[in-house]
């Protein structure tokens, strides 16, 4: 049985950084699409980067260039690497995984994961 837990969220001051992580338990895929989402009070979830075994990656727009999404294959953790963060990062945090991996992209319907996490909370106080 896949479990997916996410980890790595807290408070922090607009300007700073945090790093989410993603493990994988009971997953023996070899191809995958991952992709981390994030929900805002009121606000419908969306995604905001992924990568496919390939290492393949795509962010949506706002977070251009200050967020990096990795991966330990080895760990089957994931990563999300959030820099310069701003009031409306503030969000429920989520993983998923798709184990047929095709298509990978940030945008795809969420329908196409299998396996989600439960999330963790990221609050950014400006």
């Known amino acids: 049985q896949v479990q997916v837990v996410e980890s790595g969220g807290g408070s922090v001051q607009a300007g700073g950084s945090l790093r989410l992580s993603c493990a994988a338990s009971?997953?023996?895929?070899?191809?995958?699409?991952m992709g981390w989402f994030r929900q805002a009070p009121g606000k419908e979830r969306e995604g905001v980067a992924v990568?496919?075994?390939?290492?393949?990656?795509t962010y949506t727009d706002s977070v251009k260039g200050r967020f990096t999404i990795s991966k330990d294959n080895a760990q089957h953790i994931f990563y999300l690497e959030m820099n310069s963060l701003k009031a409306e990062d503030t969000a429920m945090y989520s993983c998923?995984?798709?184990?047929?991996?095709?298509?990978?992209?940030?945008?795809?319907?969420?329908?196409?994961?299998?396996?989600w996490g439960l999330g963790t909370q990221v609050t950014v106080s400006s």
């Open positions: 990568i496919d075994s390939y290492g393949r990656t």
């Open positions: 998923a995984i798709d184990p047929r991996g095709a298509a990978c992209y940030v945008g795809r319907a969420e329908s196409e994961y299998k396996f």
């Open positions: 009971g997953y023996t895929y070899s191809s995958y699409c």
